[in-house]
């Protein structure tokens, strides 16, 4: 039987898998296939990690290991929802969850120092950040906004705040010193193994070795200098509070899960210079670290003497009074923008921003102007591009801009920076080098104490493969493609080569193919978004990541409408249900009211794909008659206006799955190319149709209360069930397909 894996995540998507998961199961199920499930959660995979020390019936298996090995197939096809990107703090709260419901496993060692916490911490780094997505991308990124989705978009235009000419919205980058100035690279002539070590005056540390590499891997270094970057900081804090506009910090502290942690502990202490430098040593002491926020050093606080304690907090108070207004995650609850790292992510803060004129949230709850601190520059750049470009001309008009799809580049783990093992914070002066077998240094920086240091490695197959699916891709839209590299950086140099010479394997005949830096490719693109044209970003990994959020945040009011496919490179195929996060907010709305407001839409898109995916592949005509009626179903969805809406007594997750449910198998019943496929669903589709008020009453009955789903990161199945499947008459209608 041909067999799609449905994958178990976190937070709002695992809940509405719950809702959903029993209509793909039954409609599938018509066409013979087979729907199997793998849990990758957080809560999952911590688990797994600790397989070996649980008793029996709690280990859960390497499912994510077993994904990954099947990425890696031509028989894959797996549909992707969105994960958590754990940062420490959430890491810990999962952690804090599962010893409550019974697993015995060991506190989080913030400094390990026996081997058995020295263990323990290796273990939770494995699934801390972004963990999954590098395992499972054995193919590159193919994400666009499928065109009822755009249509969509143009008849029902959401809302974009209108933009001044005269804000003062400003992005901060430091230009120099950072990741971008200072980066070196080197195309491996052989497969090779590497070596990266910290030489100095007392002698040489091996910060890694063993580090395998391929003929043809592109290999980078670069250093972020942290007395630039304090220095730096201290201007931006400085020139916020003169101009009068609120102070943010911008970064990736969940995919860049080593090195930007480390940026915001800079941050939070820029801007609260009198408090570390007075009371820094009693903090660390007590295992505060400005790296895990704000919040995490509030929270902590009764870990110091009661006088200290005091004397700490109103020194806090007394520096955020007398520093630059600070944006807000929550102005009602006093979360600032240096509570928490993870939850201002560049990719997603940005766009919200540029969306609500160049404006966020103040301590008064008012919006205002803001300077948009983004340490490195690499690709801060392109953010200032879409501002300047709307100071300008204005904010974007929905009903007529034109779109800005991707390719990116990220098929085994290109382009991984800051989410492995090759990043260090420098613990003293010297110099770190790269080395091959030979013991010729590839690339070395000089670094001082505290400096940020890293690696990556991009493979030449995923490269080539990249290439190849621009062409594609511009040839299948017709649409021009622009390479967002930058000759300046020397990564990119090594990258514009490659794409050079693969091209030429490639008939590009009647294609608009160009090369142009991340800064100036974002002035085309926006220019040709205002006149209602097409472009695609061909980009790479970290780039593929921010774009994919900024511009269908604006053509599309969200970047969980895009359809995002992985084509993987052995022929397999991986349909992620588009990006923009697994809203934690939803997850206390439903525990609070019963009310879930995901949508969906992500998944529709994923699951008709991959339906054609197993039509291809398999040669099964009714998986892609499923495939083509679902896309129907979205479509008269988006149309009638069935996605959820946002308050208690409104159609909900649960609703509008109902209601895809009720369209999909009205499609099925009418279409004339299977006559038993449409005899099969006419029954439930009547069915539905008759007993549509029933079904709503059931669903819109149990809204308003709180609901007991049994944990936040490990929800009891039975509970998060029952919540999640509260209409008796529909559950009934869909086990009768089975």
């Known amino acids: ?145 499928p065109a009822a989705v755009k249509n969509y978009a143009r008849r029902h235009p959401h809302s974009m705040g209108a933009w001044s000419p005269d804000s003062k919205t400003q992005v901060a980058t430091m230009g120099k010193d950072d990741f971008r100035s200072n980066e070196q690279s080197v195309v491996l002539p052989a497969a090779d193994t590497l070596t990266i070590r910290l030489v100095t005056d007392a002698g040489t540390t091996v910060l890694k070795d063993g580090l395998k590499v391929l003929e043809g891997e592109v ?78 050093i509030l929270d902590g606080l009764d870990a110091l003497p009661e006088g200290t304690r005091e004397e700490v907090r109103a020194a806090i108070e007394a520096g955020l009074a007398d520093g630059p207004k600070l944006a807000m995650v929550n102005s009602d609850k006093g979360i600032t923008n240096l509570h928490v790292p993870s939850d201002v992510i560049v990719d997603a803060s940005m766009p919200a921003m540029i969306r609500t004129s160049g404006h966020m949230w103040g301590p008064d709850g008012e919006e205002a102007d803001t300077l948009a601190v983004i340490p490195d520059s690499s690709y801060a750049g392109v953010y200032q591009a879409v501002i300047d470009d709307c100071r300008e001309h204005g904010a974007y008009d929905p009903t007529t801009m034109g779109s800005v799809p991707n390719v990116g580049l990220m098929a085994q783990k290109a382009e991984e920076y800051g989410s492995h093992d090759k990043t260090f914070e420098i613990s003293e002066a010297g110099r770190v080098e790269v080395v091959n077998s030979a013991g010729d240094v590839l690339m070395s920086h000089d670094v001082q104490p505290g400096d940020i240091w890293r690696a990556c490695q991009t493979k030449d197959a ?10 594609t891709r511009a040839r299948a839209s017709k649409t021009p493609a622009v390479f967002w590299l930058d000759s300046e950086r020397a990564h990119d140099r090594n990258l514009i080569a490659k794409v050079e010479t693969y091209l030429a394997e490639h008939d590009t005949e009647g294609l608009d193919l160009q090369v142009l830096s991340p800064v100036e490719a974002a002035k085309l693109s926006v220019e040709r978004i205002r006149k209602g044209e097409d472009t695609i970003s061909v980009t790479g990994n970290v780039l593929r990541d921010y774009n994919t959020d900024l511009f269908p945040i604006l053509e599309l009011g969200t970047s969980a409408k895009m359809l995002s496919v992985v084509p993987l490179m052995n022929g397999g195929g991986l349909f992620e249900t588009g990006a923009g996060g697994s809203a934690p907010k939803h997850v206390q709305q439903l525990v609070q009211e019963n009310y879930l407001r995901w949508d969906s839409l992500g998944e529709f898109l ?28 979205t479509e008269r969805l988006l149309n009638e206006n069935k996605g959820p809406a946002r308050k208690v007594g409104q159609i909900d997750n649960r609703g509008s799955h109902f209601y895809l449910a009720l369209f999909w198998a009205h499609e099925l019943a009418q279409q004339t190319q299977d006559a038993a496929l449409a005899e099969a669903f006419r029954q439930v589709s009547q069915t539905l149709t008759e007993q549509e008020d029933t079904i709503n009453g059931e ?40």
């Not at 991959?610 to 896309?631: P, W």
């Open 606 to 633: 994923a699951l008709a794909e991959s339906l054609r995916h197993m039509a291809t592949t398999t040669d099964n005509a009714r998986a892609a008659l499923l495939g083509e009626t679902l896309d129907k179903a």
């Open 219 to 296: 290999v980078d270094a670069t250093v972020m200098r942290a007395a630039a970057l304090d220095a730096f900081l201290a201007e931006q804090v400085a020139r916020a509070k003169a101009d009068g506009v609120l102070f943010s910090v911008h970064l990736k502290a969940t995919m860049m899960k080593v090195s930007d942690p480390i940026i915001f502990g800079h941050v939070v202490r820029a801007f609260l210079p009198e408090v570390f430098s007075r009371y820094g040593a009693e903090l660390a002491a007590a295992g505060l670290s400005a790296n895990n926020g704000l919040g995490s």
């Open 1 to 145: 039987m041909a067999k799609i894996i449905y994958t178990l995540t976190d937070e709002a998507p695992m809940l509405a898998t719950y809702s959903f998961l029993p209509v793909i199961e039954a409609f599938a199920s018509t066409a013979g296939v087979e729907v199997e499930t793998r849990d990758i959660s957080l809560g999952g995979r911590i688990i797994a990690a600790f397989d070996d020390l649980l008793p029996e019936d709690q280990r859960v298996g390497d499912a994510l290991g077993e994904l990954g090995q099947l990425a890696t197939t031509p028989e894959a096809n797996i549909i992707k929802l969105p994960n958590i990107s754990a940062s420490v703090p959430q890491l810990k709260a999962a952690i804090a969850e599962l010893q409550a419901q019974g697993y015995a496993l060991p506190a989080y060692p913030d400094e390990p120092r026996t081997d058995e916490e020295k263990d323990a911490r290796a273990r939770y780094d494995s699934v801390k950040g972004s963990a999954v997505n590098p395992v499972l991308r054995e193919g590159n990124s193919d994400r666009r906004a």
């Open 462 to 471: 995923p490269i080539r493969d990249w290439v190849k699916l621009a062409v």
């Open 699 to 738: 669903l819109l009955g149990v809204q308003g209360h709180p609901a007991d789903i049994g944990g936040y990161y490990r929800p009891d199945e039975a509970k998060a069930s029952a919540v999640m499947r509260p209409s008796k008459t529909f559950n009934e209608a869909l086990a009768a397909l089975r």
